[in-house]
């Protein structure tokens, strides 16, 4: 059984950053693609950052050039670095990996548990 875990939310002031972790744990695995999506109240869950096994990221529009997402293979840990906070950020942030496990190693979404983020004006 695969688990993610993240941490690292909180409360910050406008203008703040925080650094989100998440970390896939298991018994036998695969990772594909990581990534980290967030909903906001109200909200449809959005895009926030992905990055795929050979390094290449994708961000929404909303983040590009504040948030940074990272990776450690050998932790199966990513990290999502988030600068220039501002309150529209303020959401619970979701750790995403696509992922192959046996018996037949087909890929499949799995998510964390999400870990809020608020951002005071």
């Known amino acids: 059984q695969v688990q993610l875990v993240e941490s690292g939310g909180g409360l910050v002031q406008a203008g703040g950053s925080l650094r989100l972790s998440c970390v896939v744990s298991g018994s036998s695995f695969s990772i594909n693609a990581m990534g980290w999506y967030r909903q906001a109240p109200g909200k449809q869950r959005e895009l926030v950052a992905t990055?795929?096994?050979?390094?290449?990221?994708n961000y929404g529009d909303s983040v590009k050039g504040r948030f940074t997402i990272s990776r450690e293979i050998a932790k199966n840990t990513v990290y999502l670095q988030m600068n220039s906070l501002n309150p529209e950020d303020t959401a619970v942030y979701y750790c995403n990996s696509v992922l192959r496990v046996p018996p037949t190693w087909a890929l499949g979404d799995y998510w964390g548990q999400g870990t809020q983020v608020t951002v005071s004006s």
């Open positions: 990055i795929t096994n050979g390094g290449s990221t």
